[in-house]
């Protein structure tokens, strides 16, 4: 008996170190396909992305995922100049993809927090009552 393919729903999720190089960094478990889904809904309920929206700039995002996770201490202007280096034409405008390195930052930072104090271990206490 053949067994059947999962459903592209069913697979596991593809975090990002499975797509990038190896890194030193503490915030490795990143799930490709939830941030996606998570900066869909942020366009959908906040605002647009930077750079042309998430069709136009999902590549760009990958890529400054993949540089916060290799090079966590490099400023903003670094990452971008570095992204422009490689941009196809035309190139993308350098202030939107500066407000898309904070906004990358700023999520790369709550997943590291959320790893943190998921991993933290629970303590109970116990309250005597007389």
Not at 85 to 101: C, K, N, S, Y
């Amino acid at each position: 008996m053949d067994r059947a393919s999962p459903l592209p729903c069913a697979r596991r999720p593809s975090p990002v170190h499975a797509l990038l190089p190896a890194t030193s960094s503490s915030a490795r478990n990143v799930d490709v396909r939830r941030e996606r889904a998570f900066w869909a809904c942020y366009e959908r309920l906040v605002r647009p992305l930077p750079a042309g929206g998430l069709q136009h700039c999902w590549r760009h995002c990958l890529t400054l995922y993949e540089r916060r996770l290799t090079l966590p201490d490099e400023s903003a202007e670094q990452a971008v100049t570095a992204l422009l280096d490689i941009a196809p034409q035309p190139r993308p405008d350098q202030l939107a993809l500066l407000d898309l390195h904070l906004l990358i930052r700023r999520r790369m930072q709550a997943l590291e927090r959320q790893r943190r104090q998921s991993s933290r271990p629970t303590h109970r206490t116990l309250h005597l009552v007389r």
